[in-house]
């Protein structure tokens, strides 16, 4: 069984450009949530989908952006990119109706702002 | 103050040796906790989880909650190199849903 891919593995932008990062979650899980890992700051957690709904946001300003498909694959978006926003991008999704314990984490993208 | 307190190492120890890892929190609403390992250049993955107090073991690895000093530990027994890794503590609160992570312990196991 697969498990969370996301796309692209790396990405490089400059500063005030957009970036779209894409995630398909296990097979089954409809919840699907974003988290950010930047260097010393551990994950911190971005945006929560279920059902095609946003259930939960961080405390991340309006550009972070996101949205689930009705096949509950995810992008994550982020506009007016700045250099603060280089991290490690993971995704993570989980069956729908449990508590979000059992989260399965994808390898990430790596995202670095120029 | 960050609600979940991780000491970040390095910590260093000899293959075979007891591994001693904790964490520390200041929200007495958190009711489920978990131990994520994660390898570079990977995403975590679910190592243990504890639901309230108590200990949990799960071959070499052994999970405690003390919910009355707010602190977890995870303890791997005969260490491995192959356990060196970013190992992260993570707990909800019981009504809500969303899972906080501490900062991670890196561990590395010297053959």
């Known amino acids: 069984e697969a498990g969370v891919t996301q796309s692209p593995t790396h990405l490089i932008k400059t500063r005030g450009q957009q970036a779209t990062l894409r995630c398909s979650p296990i097979?089954?899980?409809?919840?699907v949530y974003w988290y950010q890992q930047a260097l010393g700051l551990g994950l911190q957690f971005l945006l929560w989908?279920?059902?095609?709904?946003?259930?939960n946001r961080g405390n991340f300003p309006p550009r972070f952006s996101g949205r689930q498909f009705p096949n509950y694959s995810s992008e994550l978006n982020v506009n007016a990119l700045e250099l603060e926003d280089s991290a490690l991008y993971l995704c993570?999704?989980?069956?729908?109706?449990?508590?979000?314990?059992?989260?399965?984490f994808g390898s990430g993208t790596q995202l670095s702002v120029l | 103050q960050k609600e979940v307190e991780q000491d970040p190492g390095p910590l260093s120890v000899p293959e075979g040796a007891i591994v001693s890892l904790n964490c520390t929190y200041s929200?007495?609403?958190?009711?489920?906790f978990m131990w994520y390992r994660q390898y570079s250049r990977k995403g975590p993955e679910l190592l243990m989880y504890?639901?309230?107090?108590g200990n949990k073991e799960d071959g070499r690895f052994t999970a405690q909650v003390d919910k009355s000093s707010k602190y977890i530990s995870l303890f791997i027994r005969d260490s491995q190199p192959s356990d060196s890794a970013t190992y992260l503590c993570?707990?909800?609160?019981?009504?809500?849903?969303?899972?906080?992570f501490g900062g991670g312990t890196r561990l590395m196991v010297k053959p």
């Open positions: 993570a999704s989980s069956l729908r109706g449990f508590l979000n314990e059992k989260l399965f």
């Open positions: 097979s089954g899980h409809t919840s």
């Open positions: 989908y279920d059902e095609g709904e946003e259930r």
């Open positions: 929200n007495s609403a958190f009711q489920y």
């Open positions: 504890t639901y309230s107090s």
């Open positions: 993570a707990m909800i609160r019981n009504a809500g849903n969303m899972l906080t």
